[in-house]
């Protein structure tokens, strides 16, 4: 990590800068994959698993059998946990539920709003080098809460864990196709894979960049993505060593990867970075974790209030606040994915079983974007009842209204009703 000191707020930008993604050369690249597998379907798809993964694929749906098998592959301490974040999760996120709400907005004009489940949702868990069965349990659930008719879960994994969680969450379609390929394959549905209205779910960055493609041709993405990163914020009473987990925890998901540290304290910078290059020789992911150390910043500032406004300017996908008295700082956030309060709030709580999801904004989109929540797998329609003496009440505000706009069909729709009240005919 890079140790900067008091750094002017005009040389922030080039500070934060996230590690650069050429999205214009990938895309380019991804491009005549979603094409081909538009014009071709399956055989596309079995294509592209021979030439990326080396995997000659027979059939493209998991069995279900395959999938009862699964649950009996994993540990009973395993199947605990998932099952205990199974219920957290749900517990957080059945609580946004919210039931319409009439709104009488003068008298005889009502109006109020009703949550529809989107009715076909799909699900991408990259394979790679960590089974994130994880990111199942994230998606899957707030899709069953929501009462998505169809969830389509693709993933070139058919690792137990993905199964089992796929399994509890009520997933049936579960395909084991990947990378680009796969994002396509729900983009436009194959003579396999059903196509869906909304895509979920993390990857590299040519699912990333498949995903924005889509995004342009009309299907709904969750967010737009990149590599995971975290800021902490640490004063005088931090713990180093908690400090160095909680960086490190994000720094091994992969090279590409960036961590944040930030505090008033030179010392506690030191030796939260001491702790890092401690720590990290112990971790199995050291080589991933090490490289994306070397874009990542420690930076000292002069006082709190410089602190928060550079990482406001920073809208890190999650924020430890490894403070005194965190709680009281949270109103002063308001770019982040996340917020992880105090000393005994790792970030690794919300990646797995707190309750929150850990689906979130990242490359600083967290200044526009929230989170995944039982509202992405809803639409919002509204509803409006007007009775006799409504129409009487508005009627003229919205016939002087679409006079000024010449728009003299909307206006004669109010007209003509008022005009059958008034003669009773």
């Known amino acids: 990590m890079q140790l900067i000191r008091y750094p ?3 040389t922030w930008d080039t500070l934060l800068a996230r590690p650069v993604q050429q999205m214009a050369q990938i895309e380019q690249l991804v491009q005549p994959i979603l094409q081909h597998v538009r014009s071709h379907g399956d ?8 030439k990326f993964d080396n995997v000659r694929l027979d ?7 395959v999938m009862e098998v699964a649950e009996r592959q994993l540990s009973p301490a395993l199947k605990d946990a998932i099952r205990q974040a199974y219920s957290n999760i749900v517990k957080f996120h059945a ?3 919210q039931a319409p709400e009439k709104i009488e907005t003068m008298p005889g004009v009502t109006c109020w709003r009703k949550s529809v489940g989107i009715e076909k949702v799909g699900i991408y868990i990259p394979g790679g080098t960590a089974p994130l069965f994880s990111t199942v349990l994230m998606l899957g659930i707030p899709a069953q809460l929501a009462g998505c008719k169809e969830v389509v879960l693709c993933s070139p994994s058919q690792h ?4 089992y969680a796929a399994k509890l969450v009520g997933i049936t379609r579960v395909y084991t196709i990947g990378g680009a390929q796969a994002i396509a394959a729900m983009a436009y549905g194959t003579e396999s894979v059903p196509q869906v209205y909304k895509i979920f779910g993390p990857g590299n960055q040519f699912v990333t960049a498949a995903k924005m493609l889509v995004a342009k041709e009309g299907v709904a993405i969750d967010m737009p993505a990149g590599p995971s990163e975290v800021a902490v914020y640490a004063d005088e009473t931090a713990n180093p060593a908690f400090v160095a987990s909680d960086l490190l925890s994000q720094a ?3 090279k590409d990867s960036q961590v944040l540290l930030v505090s008033t304290s030179e010392s506690v910078l030191t030796q939260a970075m001491d702790e890092v290059e401690k720590q990290v020789r112990e971790l199995s992911r050291e080589d991933f974790a090490t490289q994306a150390l070397e874009h990542s910043k420690a930076v000292l500032v002069r006082d709190s209030s410089e602190a928060l406004d550079l990482l406001n300017a920073y809208a890190a996908e999650h924020l430890i606040l490894s403070v005194e008295n ?8 308001i770019n982040a994915g996340s917020i992880f309060l105090g000393h005994y709030t790792p970030e690794s709580a919300g990646d797995y079983a707190s309750g929150t999801n850990h689906t ?3 490359n600083g989109y967290a200044r526009a974007y929230s989170g995944v929540s039982l509202d992405s797998f809803v639409k919002k329609i509204t509803v409006q009842s007007i009775s006799k003496e409504g129409l009487k009440n508005i009627g003229s505000t919205i016939m002087e209204m679409a006079a000024a706009e010449s728009l003299d069909a909307h206006r004669r729709a109010v007209e003509i009703r008022l005009e059958q009240l008034e003669t009773g005919e």
């Open 43 to 50: 055989a596309a798809l079995k294509e592209y698993a021979l």
């Open 59 to 65: 059939r493209l749906d998991v069995p279900m059998e």
């Open 360 to 362: 979130l904004p990242t």
């Open 326 to 333: 965190a709680e009281a700082l949270v109103d002063k956030i």
């Open 95 to 97: 609580a946004q539920r």
């Open 8 to 10: 002017e707020p005009e």
């Open 160 to 163: 137990p864990a993905i199964l």
């Open 252 to 254: 091994e998901h992969g």
